[in-house]
C-alpha cells in the first residue's frame, strides 16, 4: 500500500536549520509530484512546496520562497525539504503528499495520499 514517512522534525531555534525527510513506498514514486505542507494549532493545512517528477521544477509558498528548499531522489524514493532561517512561524506539523497534477499544486484537495506529519518548533 502507498506510505509516506516524514521524519527530521524538531525543535530548533529561530534563525536556525532543519531538514525534512519524507519516505515513499507502496508506489512508483517517480510518476508522482509531490508536496510539502503544514499545520499549525487552530490553523488550516497550508501549501509549503511543490516539486514535479522529472524537471524537478519547483513552486514555493511566498511565506517560505528564498529559505525553504524542496528537492527529490527518484533512486531513493525520498523527498526532502531544507529549511533555513526558521521563524518562530514556522512551527507546524509538515506533512508530505503525492499528487498526478503540476497545476492546482497548492490546493489540499490536489492531493491524494498523505504522511502522518511531523513536528517542527521553532522557538527560543
Known amino acids: 500500500q502507498v506510505q509516506l514517512v516524514e521524519s527530521g522534525g524538531g525543535l530548533v531555534q529561530p534563525g536556525g536549520s532543519l531538514r525534512l525527510f519524507c519516505a515513499a513506498s507502496g508506489f512508483t514514486f517517480s510518476n508522482y509530484a509531490m508536496g510539502w505542507f503544514r499545520q499549525a494549532p487552530g490553523k488550516e493545512r497550508e501549501f509549503v512546496a511543490h516539486?514535479?517528477?522529472?524537471?524537478?521544477?519547483?513552486y514555493y509558498a511566498d511565506s517560505v520562497k528564498g529559505r525553504f528548499t524542496i528537492s527529490r531522489d527518484n533512486a531513493k524514493n525520498t523527498v526532502y525539504l531544507q529549511m533555513n532561517s526558521l521563524k518562530p512561524e514556522d512551527t507546524a506539523v509538515y506533512y508530505c503528499?503525492?499528487?498526478?497534477?503540476?497545476?492546482?499544486?497548492?490546493?489540499?484537495?490536489?492531493?491524494?495520499?498523505w504522511g502522518q506529519g511531523t513536528q517542527v518548533t521553532v522557538s527560543s
Open positions: 503528499a503525492r499528487t498526478t497534477t503540476s497545476t492546482i499544486y497548492a490546493l489540499v484537495r490536489a492531493y491524494d495520499s
Open positions: 516539486i514535479s517528477w522529472h524537471v524537478n521544477r519547483a
